[in-house]
T-cell receptor, first 112, second 115 residues
Framework: AQSVTQLGSHVSVSEGALVLLRCNYS??????LFWYVQYPNQGLQLLLK??????LVKGINGFEAEFKKSETSFHLTKPSAHMSDAAEYFC??????????FGPGTRLSVLP | DGGITQSPKYLFRKEGQNVTLSCEQN?????MYWYRQDPGQGLRLIYY???????QKGDIAEGYSVSREKKESFPLTVTSAQKNPTAFYLC??????????????FGSGTQLSVL
């Protein structure tokens, strides 16, 4: 069965510090992988997606993620956190021909 | 602007009552989805529809019903059989359900609470 795990339900960083949100997946076939962001009381917005064209994927708002097949990981990073990055982040996979599978989410807090 | 509109933003249900959540999209997307979001559990799929007049159960369909009479609309009814309905409900759409690399577009959600 396909699954997504996100290490750390809550991550706190200082403004200007590196953001690292972890995502590991389990899939019997190479999946498509996505990162979404959710601001309070809002829907989800796509940050970036991996579709096998390149292992390092750049997204919006300065975020990027690297697909590592050997580690079954798709961690999200941003070099310098901004207060506006405080939100909940969801990693998701979509196996071919199937529906999305979402991770449990990681809430990011940015401290001044 | 194209997008997905969910209404109402907040909804309260009394014991034994059915309530309907509205979802409308003007993106001309074929596929529409309903997700339930509970704290710490991510999103769980309730129902999805790949085309008008057709829909399939997701992972947690019990106590819910849907219809897809128009391409633009995919309302969700939370029935009295759903004993724990308090959650944040998200509607989403995509160009089609067949194209695996297509992203989901989300509405802004409805918070349902039990009185």
């Amino acid at each position: 069965a396909q699954s997504v795990t996100q290490l750390g339900s809550h991550v706190s960083v200082s403004e200007g510090a590196l953001v690292l949100l972890r995502c590991n997946y389990s899939s019997s076939v190479p999946p498509y992988l996505f990162w979404y962001v959710q601001y309070p009381n809002q829907g989800l917005q796509l940050l970036l997606k991996y579709t096998s064209a390149a292992t390092l994927v750049k997204g919006i708002n300065g975020f990027e993620a690297e697909f590592k097949k050997s580690e079954t990981s798709f961690h999200l990073t941003k070099p310098s956190a901004h207060m506006s990055d405080a939100a909940e982040y969801f990693c998701a996979l979509r196996p071919y021909g199937q529906n999305f599978v979402f991770g449990p989410g990681t809430r990011l807090s940015v401290l001044p | 602007d194209g997008g997905i509109t969910q209404s109402p933003k907040y909804l309260f249900r009394k014991e034994g009552q059915n309530v309907t959540l509205s979802c409308e999209q003007n993106l001309n997307h074929d596929a529409m989805y309903w997700y339930r979001q509970d704290p710490g559990q991510g999103l769980r799929l309730i129902y999805y529809s790949q085309i008008v007049n057709d829909f399939q159960k997701g992972d947690i369909a019990e106590g819910y019903s849907v219809s897809r009479e128009k391409k633009e609309s995919f309302p969700l009814t939370v029935t009295s059989a759903q004993k724990n309905p308090t959650a944040f409900y998200l509607c989403a759409s995509s160009i089609s359900s067949w194209s695996t690399n297509e992203k989901l577009f989300f509405g802004s959600g409805t918070q349902l609470s039990v009185l």
